[in-house]
C-alpha cells in the first residue's frame, strides 16, 4: 500500500508524506519496493517534483536508509563534494590539505561517471591501494591521519543504490530533486559538519551552462542546509581541464606536484583547492581569507604531502609516495605530442570530448565491467588563451599502443577550437550561501 499511496500522491501532485516517504526509501533499502514502483517514483518526481520540503525529506530518508557515521574527534568533521569535471584532482590536495589544518575529512568518493573521471579511480591508480575498506578502517585512518579518500561501504545510503539503478535504466538520471537526493544522501552519511560543494559549469561539466549550474547548487545548498548540515556552494569554470592532465596516474601524479609545493604544475587546481578547503573551514566558524593562508601554507610546507603519504600508506600503498611518487605510478608505453592542426589562439576546448577521448583509451569505462587502465591519458593539456603555431604541442598523449595514441590525437585535435583573442571565465563563477 505505501508505496503505491506515495506514486498516488505524485500522480495528483499532492504534497510528499513524510512517514510515506521514509517507509519508501526503506523499501528501495530491504527489496520491497519492486522495480516498478521505483521507476515509477523517479518518473514521478522528474514531472511533477518534490518541492524544497519534500526534497529534505527524501534527502533524510535515502540517508537513514543505512549507516548514519557519528565521530568523536578533536576538531571539524567536513567535505567537499564536485559534481564532475575534467582533470578535477582537487580531493586528493584539498583532503590531507585540510588534515593539516586540523580537519577531519571522511572523504567517501565515487568513480568515473560517462566523461568525467572519479576520485576512487585515482586512488586505485596508486599501486597497491585498497580503497574500498570497512567502517571500522575508515574510523582508524581518519583517526590517525585527519582524512581518508576511499569508497562507500555497502552501509551507505543503500536506497540510493538501488533507485539510482533503476533512474540509470529509466531515463530519470536528470532531475535536480533525484540529483539532489543522490549526491547528499551519501555524503551526509558520513556523519558531516560542514560540506562544501563545487558546483562546476562549462563544456566539461554535466551542467553546461550557468542556470543549470545556479539551480543544482541552490538546490543542494538549501536541501544540505535543511537537512542540518552547513553547506555552502562554489561554481566553478569547467570550460577546460582544471588540471592539464587527464588520466588516473596523470591526475596522482600531477596531484603530487602541486602537494610537493609546485604550484605552477597546475595553477587553477592548486588555486580551486584553496578557495574550497577555506569556504569548507569558514563553515566552521574560521574567518575565510585567514583559512586560504593556512591551507597555502599547509600545501607550501609539505604539510599536506605528509598526510597524503601517510593515508597512502594506510590504505596498503607504498609506505613513501612522497619521497618516490614518480617511481610508483604506472607509465604508459606509447607517448606522443599531440600537435596544432593551425596557427592561433587556443580560444575552446570541447571538454566532453576531451573526456571521451581519455575514455576511450581505457582511462575510463564504457560499461560497468570494465577494468581502467590507469597509466592512459593526457598530460601538458595547453591552457585556453595560450598561442600555438601550426606544428607545436598541445597536448601529450600517454597510451597503451600506437593506434590508440593515433585515434586520441585525432580526438584531442577535434576537440580543439583555434581563433583569435580570448577571454575566459573567472575560474570562480559565483558563489550560493547557507
Ligand atoms: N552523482 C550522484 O551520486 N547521483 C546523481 O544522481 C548524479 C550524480
Not at 533499502?29 to 526534497?55: I, K, P, T
Not at 543504490?161 to 532531475?175: I, W
Not at 588520466?247 to 596531484?255: C, D, P, R, T, Y
Request: aromatic share 2%; proline share 5%.
Amino acid at each position: 500500500m505505501g508505496a503505491r499511496a506515495v506514486n498516488a500522491r505524485l500522480r495528483r501532485g499532492d504534497p510528499v508524506d513524510p512517514d510515506e516517504l521514509r517507509a519508501f526509501a526503506k523499501g528501495l533499502a530491504d527489496g520491497s519496493v519492486s522495480d516498478a514502483q521505483a521507476g515509477a517514483f523517479a518518473m514521478g518526481v522528474c514531472l511533477r517534483g518534490l518541492g524544497e520540503e519534500g526534497r529534505v525529506i527524501l534527502t533524510e530518508a535515502m540517508r537513514d536508509s543505512g549507516d548514519v557515521l557519528r565521530w568523536d574527534l578533536p576538531g571539524p568533521v567536513i567535505d567537499k563534494h564536485s559534481t564532475g569535471g575534467l582533470g578535477d584532482c582537487v580531493s586528493l590536495v584539498l583532503a590531507p590539505a585540510l588534515a593539516a589544518c586540523g580537519a577531519f575529512v571522511p572523504m567517501i568518493s565515487g568513480r568515473g561517471l560517462g566523461h568525467t573521471g572519479g576520485t576512487l579511480d585515482k586512488m586505485e591508480a596508486i599501486p597497491g591501494v585498497s580503497a574500498q575498506i570497512s567502517e571500522e578502517k575508515l574510523r582508524q585512518v581518519v583517526g590517525e591521519v585527519g582524512c581518508a579518500v576511499v569508497g562507500a561501504t555497502g552501509r551507505i545510503a543503500p536506497a540510493d543504490r538501488r533507485l539510482y539503478a533503476v533512474r540509470d535504466v529509466t531515463g530519470t538520471v536528470e532531475s535536480v530533486d533525484l540529483i539532489t537526493a543522490s549526491i547528499l544522501s551519501k555524503k551526509l552519511a558520513a556523519g558531516l559538519e560542514a560540506l562544501v560543494l563545487d558546483v562546476k559549469c562549462g563544456s566539461g561539466a554535466f551542467m553546461k551552462s550557468g542556470d543549470e549550474a545556479l539551480a543544482l547548487a541552490r538546490s543542494l545548498v538549501t536541501t544540505a542546509n535543511g537537512a542540518g548540515c552547513r553547506t555552502a556552494a562554489l561554481i566553478t569554470d569547467m570550460d577546460e581541464p582544471l588540471a592539464p592532465a587527464l588520466g588516473n596516474a596523470l591526475e596522482v601524479g600531477i596531484s603530487m606536484e602541486v602537494l610537493s609545493g609546485n604550484r605552477d604544475a597546475a595553477p587553477r587546481l592548486h588555486d580551486l583547492t584553496v578557495a574550497l578547503a577555506a569556504r569548507a573551514l569558514a563553515l566552521t566558524g574560521e574567518d575565510e581569507d585567514a583559512a586560504a593562508a593556512r591551507v597555502s601554507d599547509a600545501i607550501a610546507s609539505g604539510a599536506a604531502m605528509e598526510r597524503f603519504a601517510r593515508m597512502v600508506a594506510l590504505l596498503g600503498g607504498p609506505p613513501d609516495m612522497d619521497a618516490d611518487w614518480r617511481a610508483h605510478l604506472k607509465r604508459a608505453p606509447v607517448v606522443g605530442d599531440v600537435v596544432a592542426p593551425a596557427d592561433g589562439v587556443l580560444t575552446a576546448w570541447d571538454g566532453e570530448a576531451l573526456g571521451l577521448a581519455v575514455v576511450a583509451m581505457g582511462g575510463g569505462r564504457q560499461v560497468e565491467t570494465d577494468r581502467i587502465d590507469p597509466a592512459v591519458g593526457l598530460s601538458d593539456v595547453r591552457p585556453l588563451g595560450t598561442r600555438v603555431a601550426r606544428g607545436e604541442p598541445v597536448a601529450t598523449a600517454h597510451a597503451a599502443d600506437e593506434a590508440s595514441a593515433e585515434a586520441a590525437a585525432q580526438a584531442v585535435q577535434r576537440a580543439l577550437t583555434l581563433g583569435e583573442g580570448f577571454a575566459g571565465p573567472d575560474l570562480v563563477i559565483g558563489r550560493v550561501e547557507p
